[in-house]
Structure formats: structure tokens, C-alpha cells
């Protein structure tokens, strides 16, 4: 098995941006890590924050760090960027993308784990833009059925998207259920949408 064998993200408090900025560089290297079956597991530095070093999934003092994906994504937290069903959307987690633009974005699925989640798992995707004077208004919205196995590892069909002819930020947000409808995995991503209105 090939295995990481050390990886971390903010090196010192010294010019970090703090806990944000943290869990931005660990997103991207969990969806990076998670395309890529063949690695069987990393070794992450480090448990918490020690000295200079702001790697830690807790700060110095062990408090919990305010990693900002609930506020993006509600219901998110840190443990769906551990979750055993994982849905990669690559790791540039901002891109910046043409205004009206119809962009086809890659998915990878991940599956590490033998539990039987039924025969069907489905992709709930959404597609949310802001324009330049803060009105936020739904673009996208699609369930897709995904054929279930144990151990799966498959690059999913492209999402389609119509971006939106205003600039702006739009988020891509991903929810991943079993047949229950209970919610496996939430993941999103960013758009800067430019040169258009």
C-alpha cells in the first residue's frame, strides 16, 4: 500500500490567518487525498496545535477550533472531511470560472468502508450564487442515484452548470444519503464568477 507518511498544512501562527485557514488547506488535501484510492492512509502532524505549529485538529490549549464549514455548508463539520463515503470535487476548492459559462465539474466518489448502505446511495447537489450587492438566490438544484457497492472507488458522471452571468461567488454544495435518506458525507466547493454584469 502506498502511505503518506507525513502531512500537514499551516506551518506556524506567525502570518496564518488562524483556524479558517487551517481547515481550508486540510479540506483541500482530504478531497486531493481521497481521488487517489491507491493511497491507503497518511500520517497527519499533528493531534493539536504544539509551540509554533498550527496543524493541530485542536488549538494548543485543546479547545475546539471554529473551522468555518457550518457557516458555508449547514451541518457540516470536520468529521464529514473524515467520513468512511466521500465525495471529491478535486482539490481546487475555489476556482474562478467565466460568468454564464456551462461548466462540467469532475466527481470522484470514495467509499472506505464494507457497510451495506442499500442498493442505492443518491448525490443531493446545489448551486447558490451571490452578486456584487449580496443577493444570494438558488441556480442549480439535481438528485442524482448513484448504484451502491462496498469499497467502491468510481469517478461519477460530470455535473452540469449553468453559472450565472452576474460576477459573484457561487457555492457547489454536496450531500451524499443512503436509501433512508440519512445524510453519509457534505462537501462544497467555491466558483468566483467574473467578467460578466
Same mark, same amino acid.
Given at each position: 500500500?502506498?502511505?503518506?507518511?507525513?502531512?500537514?498544512?499551516?506551518?506556524?501562527?506567525?502570518?496564518?490567518?488562524?483556524?479558517?485557514?487551517?481547515?481550508?488547506?486540510?479540506?483541500?488535501?482530504?478531497?486531493?487525498?481521497?481521488?487517489?484510492?491507491?493511497?491507503?492512509?497518511?500520517?497527519?502532524?499533528?493531534?493539536?496545535?504544539?509551540?509554533?505549529?498550527?496543524?493541530?485538529?485542536?488549538?494548543?490549549?485543546?479547545?475546539?477550533?471554529?473551522?468555518?464549514?457550518?457557516? %458555508?455548508?449547514?451541518?457540516?463539520? &470536520?468529521?464529514? /472531511?473524515?467520513?468512511? +463515503?466521500?465525495?471529491?470535487? @478535486?482539490?481546487?476548492?475555489? !476556482?474562478?470560472?467565466?460568468?454564464?459559462?456551462?461548466?462540467?465539474?469532475?466527481?470522484?466518489?470514495?467509499?472506505?468502508?464494507?457497510?451495506?448502505?442499500?442498493?442505492?446511495?443518491?448525490?443531493?447537489?446545489?448551486?447558490?450564487?451571490?452578486?456584487?450587492?449580496?443577493?444570494?438566490?438558488?441556480?442549480?438544484?439535481?438528485?442524482?442515484?448513484?448504484?451502491?457497492?462496498?469499497?467502491?472507488?468510481?469517478?461519477?458522471?460530470?455535473?452540469?452548470?449553468? %453559472?450565472?452571468?452576474?460576477?459573484? &461567488?457561487?457555492? /457547489?454544495?454536496?450531500? +451524499?444519503?443512503?436509501?433512508? @435518506?440519512?445524510?453519509?458525507? !457534505?462537501?462544497?466547493?467555491?466558483?468566483?464568477?467574473?467578467?460578466?454584469?
Amino acid at each position: 500500500p502506498n502511505i503518506n507518511s507525513e502531512c500537514g498544512n499551516v506551518w506556524g501562527y506567525n502570518g496564518s490567518t488562524g483556524d479558517v485557514d487551517w481547515s481550508y488547506d486540510y479540506h483541500r488535501m482530504m478531497n486531493s487525498f481521497r481521488r487517489f484510492p491507491l493511497v491507503a492512509g497518511w500520517l497527519y502532524t499533528e493531534h493539536h496545535d504544539v509551540i509554533n505549529e498550527w496543524n493541530g485538529y485542536w488549538r494548543f490549549d485543546r479547545s475546539e477550533k471554529e473551522t468555518g464549514l457550518g457557516a %458555508i455548508m449547514e451541518g457540516m463539520r &470536520l468529521n464529514d /472531511l473524515h467520513s468512511p +463515503v466521500y465525495l471529491s470535487m @478535486g482539490n481546487e476548492i475555489p !476556482r474562478t470560472v467565466q460568468a454564464g459559462e456551462v461548466l462540467m465539474q469532475p466527481m470522484f466518489l470514495s467509499v472506505m468502508t464494507g457497510e451495506d448502505f442499500g442498493q442505492t446511495l443518491s448525490i443531493e447537489s446545489e448551486l447558490w450564487h451571490t452578486d456584487a450587492i449580496g443577493e444570494t438566490k438558488q441556480q442549480f438544484q439535481s438528485i442524482q442515484l448513484i448504484n451502491y457497492r462496498p469499497w467502491m472507488q468510481d469517478t461519477l458522471p460530470d455535473l452540469r452548470l449553468n %453559472i450565472p452571468a452576474q460576477n459573484g &461567488l457561487a457555492v /457547489l454544495t454536496v450531500k +451524499v444519503m443512503d436509501e433512508s @435518506g440519512e445524510v453519509l458525507h !457534505r462537501n462544497f466547493m467555491h466558483f468566483e464568477v467574473t467578467g460578466g454584469q
